[in-house]
């Protein structure tokens, strides 16, 4: 018997009021955004896009007459367009009436301030709606040949940041060090060297390797792999394109074998950077609606 789909009953906004939704674009491969997502796009008037979002995505399924705002992060060049003004920008173009899809590179909740934006959205009584997307871990590992639970290789995954010292004490390091999960950073290329410090300081196993993805799923992607302690001279030092993403773990070993995309001999980088024409821009704009 064929289903047919009916859609779940979703809460309404006041009476003049517009809706946002807040979306994943995946980890980079225009091809990977989802068919919800797409189609939340072709409806939308405003869209509020990520640095890393694939300029092919907006050119492909955004209207012509809709209006694209980049509120891109790029916290390691320390240009960013701020939480506060992107909560700003929803709450203007809603209350205008208007479909706002707040496009985010990967997926919509993972390592992302989608806590802030749910919370100014329902303060202030408008509608949303969250679409999934691709994360970067399961784009990178996909597109590495690495299977991130591999039967005999894993027993899990965890999803880790590491941006600072003071995020994770010693006594869960000790944990990261023995766990048989695949460990997978993100936002961490920056402190890569206190990561396999800490790892190697508290004795994590030898056959359990690193991997540095850059750029995973675009053209330009290149996968480094060594061992944790040979990384001193395997990899410490190496430029590391934005984003980039770390799996430490056994699983890394099949990497080798099951590859199936070839390093890029580029070293473009396929996302736009963030300028300070763009941040200034809001900064300049007299909001009308203020939070």
Known sequence: MLL???????????????????????????????????DALRKADVVLADRLVSDVILHRYVAPAAEIVYVGKECSKKRSVSQRTINELLVHYAL????????????????????????TLTQHAISYEIIPGVTAALGAAAYSGMPLTARGYATAVRFLTYYKSDVVTDAYWQELAA????????????????????????????????????????CFQQVHTCSLYDYAT?????????????????????????RWL??????????????????????????????
């Open 96 to 119: 205008q009436g208007k479909l706002v899809v707040r496009l985010k590179g990967g997926d919509a909740s993972i390592f992302s301030n989608i806590l802030d934006e749910l919370q």
């Open 4 to 38: 047919q789909h009916t859609s779940p009953v979703k809460k309404q906004s006041p009476k003049g009021t517009g809706k946002v939704i807040l979306a994943g674009a995946g980890p980079g491969d225009p091809d990977l955004i989802t068919v919800k997502a797409a």
């Open 234 to 258: 395997a990899l410490k030092g190496t430029p590391l394109a934005s984003p980039s993403l770390v799996v430490v773990g056994k699983v890394v070993a099949l990497h080798q074998q099951f």
């Open 262 to 291: 070839e390093n890029s001999n580029s070293r473009q980088l396929y996302f736009n950077p963030v300028t300070e024409e763009m941040i200034n821009v809001h900064q300049q704009n007299n909001l009308k609606h203020a939070i």
């Open 179 to 218: 766990t048989e999960d695949t460990l997978v950073f993100y936002m961490s290329s920056g402190t890569l060297d206190q990561v396999v410090q800490k790892l190697t300081q508290f004795g994590i196993a030898e056959e359990k390797q690193l991997a540095v993805i850059e750029q995973a799923t675009t």
